[in-house]
């Protein structure tokens, strides 16, 4: 096992390695930015060495300081979290090549996956369905040339970043007259945030479901699911409330695909924890859309429903360490659902920062609180605006939704502007409460609040 642990992370998810390596008593080291002094990671964690000042670019981004702090404290892994420098394929080879253990895929499966339109060709060899699409257009394609894909791909389409990610990059072209506009602004948004411009279409479809699977392989060749999740209801194509299992997904169809996505996952040589996401069509047609080589937000629920810890799972299996048990001892037990409580204005989504002047977690049964807030905290600007993750885990969905409502009700956060108010609103709706979701879920509960 390792000998200490360096987290390049911070916020939450930097707490929760924490207690993952606690538990497997690990020693662990937290890198943090001149704001983050007084963060619970820095606190917590074994050793703490700051890194630069608060701008991400030049701290949690910033590779040569986060690899001297891991020589400085003679650390022999490093764990990314999620965000940041997690899905960096430079990163993770800088990594293998200083002789420090990335937590994590290898460098080369993050480089194919981290490109969405050779992620798209993996996975159809690898045998999962496509949602009908081109392949990569290159940021000098003729634009001709381009209309003539999109034809073939058909419209509504969307046009996609192939770098894409956190709903960057992405337009909606419902007619061939709307395609040149929207390929020149989604490629100048992609060029901005992922410094590159190259593209590719996919076939919109209507109000589907977001389906995603965990998965977990060690490096001797065992490759397990550890089932579904329900990422549906989202704003501007981001994951704001998620469960497990999805209430739209069969056990024969669980089975199945996840079967279909651990061979899958295996074909391309994938390790540790990971994330396979599909696309449901309103008649239960699924197609994949990408996949997450990382630990993501919303893996409590998963924790939650399998019993299994994710994070431990994935520090065993970069330590060299098999997996303890097979596909047939992964039981889903019960129903989870997270919140994603983020320091926003609950309408129009503009962030929220400042000085949390009172916090209370809810407790009881059931309930899970990952956050890094206390009372005192101040939420910077230069952050993720995401404050807690609750989390409720019932004997069955409708035992979920009453925890997560009674848990919505008893948390306190005073000072900043949270997303509370709208998963009240959510949690309480028939459509949710009866499993009717879409990807246009909000877009529709705030048509028929105007309405
Ligand atoms: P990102 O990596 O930026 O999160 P994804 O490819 O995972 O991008 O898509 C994010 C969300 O965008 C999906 O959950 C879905 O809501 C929407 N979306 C993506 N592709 C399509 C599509 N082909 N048809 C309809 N909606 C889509």
């Known amino acids: 096992m390792f000998k200490k642990v360096l987290i390049a992370n911070r916020g939450e998810i930097a707490l929760r ?19 983050d002094r007084h963060s619970l990671h820095t606190r917590f964690a074994d050793e703490a060495v700051c890194i630069g000042p608060a701008r991400s670019r030049e701290s949690y981004l910033n590779i040569p300081a986060i690899i001297s702090a891991a020589e400085i404290t003679n650390v ?20 293998e090549t200083c002789g420090l253990q990335f937590i994590g ?8 996956m981290g490109d969405k339109a050779r992620a798209r060709e993996a996975m159809k060899e690898a045998g999962l369905p496509l949602v009908p699409g081109s392949g990569m257009i290159a940021t000098d394609a003729d634009p001709k040339e381009v209309a003539a894909r999109a034809e073939e791909v058909g419209y509504p389409l ?9 709903g960057r990059g992405m337009r909606i072209v419902k007619t061939p007259d709307k395609l040149g506009g929207a390929v020149e602004t989604a490629r100048s948004e992609a060029e901005n945030a992922f410094g590159n411009g190259e593209l590719y279409l996919e076939r919109y479809l209507i ?3 977001h389906i995603e699977f965990q998965v977990l392989a060690d490096t001797h060749g065992n490759t397990l699911h550890l089932g579904e999740r329900e990422c549906s209801i989202q704003r501007r194509h981001q994951k704001l409330l998620e469960e497990s299992p999805s209430p739209g997904v069969s056990a024969e169809v ?47 629920v998963t924790e939650m429903v399998t019993g299994i810890d994710i994070i431990k799972e994935q520090i065993r299996v970069a330590a060299g360490q098999p997996l303890r048990f097979s596909q047939d001892d992964v039981v889903i037990s019960g129903h989870a659902i997270e919140c994603r409580i983020n320091a926003e204005c609950p309408v129009s989504f503009t962030p929220s920062p400042g000085d949390i002047t009172a916090y209370h977690a809810p407790g009881g049964p059931g309930i899970r609180v990952d956050s890094m807030a206390y009372t005192g905290n101040v939420v910077s600007p230069h ?6 993750k609750l989390v409720a885990h019932g004997g069955d969905r409708h035992e979920a939704i009453s925890r997560i409502r009674r848990a919505l009700d ?28 879409s990807t246009s879920f909000l877009e529709q509960i705030a048509i028929e609040k105007k309405g």
């Open 17 to 35: 390695i924490i207690c993952a390596c606690k538990e497997l008593d690990i020693p662990t080291v937290a890198v943090y930015s001149e704001a």
């Open 410 to 437: 008893m948390f306190v956060i005073e000072g900043i502007k949270t997303t509370i108010p709208l998963h009240r609103k959510i949690v309480s709706h028939p459509d949710f409460v009866e499993g009717r979701l």
């Open 254 to 300: 669980r089975d199945q695909l996840g079967r279909r996505v651990a061979s899958a996952v295996a074909e391309i040589g994938y390790t540790n924890a990971g994330t396979v996401e599909f696309l449901f069509d309103q008649q239960g047609n699924y197609y994949f859309i990408e996949m997450n080589t990382r630990i993501q937000v919303e893996h409590p």
């Open 383 to 388: 952050y993720d605006s995401m404050v807690a």
């Open 158 to 166: 969307i046009v996609k970043a192939v770098a894409g990610g956190g």
């Open 105 to 112: 895929p290898s460098s080369k499966v993050i480089d194919l």
């Open 76 to 95: 022999d892994a490093i764990h990314p979290g999620y965000g940041y420098l997690a899905e960096n394929a430079d990163f993770a080879e800088v990594c």
């Open 207 to 209: 109000d589907p479901r």
